[in-house]
C-alpha cells in the first residue's frame, strides 16, 4: 500500500538500511554479560572486562528485545523532529512541512523506505 500510494501521487521513493541497527539501541534494561577470558588474551587492553560480569550499555544481536529497543530509538528521534507516528500502522511515520510538503517514511525492523 505504501509503494501503491507513492506511485498514485508521483512521489519519488528512497531505501535504506540501518548497518548495525540493533547495536546502536540503548538498553532499556539491565543486562550482564560476561566475556570469555581467551578474548583478554588477544585484546590486551581489555583484559579487566574479561571473565568477570559486565554490564551491557547498548543492545546486542540475539537478544529477545533488541527490535523493540531499536525500534523505541528510532520512534523517539523521529517524534523529536517532528514526524508523528500512524495511529493504524505503527512503522508508518509521516512529516508535514509549513509548505504542505509531505514525508512518508515506513520502517520495517532496520529497513526504511
Known amino acids: ?8 501521487i508521483k512521489a519519488q521513493v528512497k531505501q535504506l538500511d540501518s548497518v548495525g ?6 538498553m532499556r534494561t539491565r543486562m550482564f554479560v ?7 588474551t588477544l585484546f590486551p587492553e581489555y583484559s ?16 529477545m528485545l533488541c527490535r523493540k529497543y531499536w525500534y523505541l530509538d528510532l520512534m523517539e528521534y523521529l517524534l523529536e523532529i ?3 507516528a500512524s495511529e493504524c500502522a505503527r512503522s508508518l511515520f509521516i512529516c508535514i512541512h509549513v ?12 529497513d526504511i523506505l
Open 82 to 84: 517532528g514526524f508523528k
Open 21 to 26: 541497527a540493533f547495536l546502536q539501541a540503548k
Open 99 to 110: 509548505d504542505g510538503a509531505k514525508i512518508y517514511m515506513l520502517n520495517y525492523i532496520h
Open 1 to 8: 500500500m505504501f509503494l501503491a500510494h507513492a506511485c498514485q
Open 34 to 40: 560476561t566475556i570469555p577470558k581467551i578474548y583478554g
Open 48 to 63: 579487566r572486562y574479561c571473565g568477570v560480569p559486565v554490564r551491557l550499555v547498548m543492545s546486542m544481536y540475539g537478544m
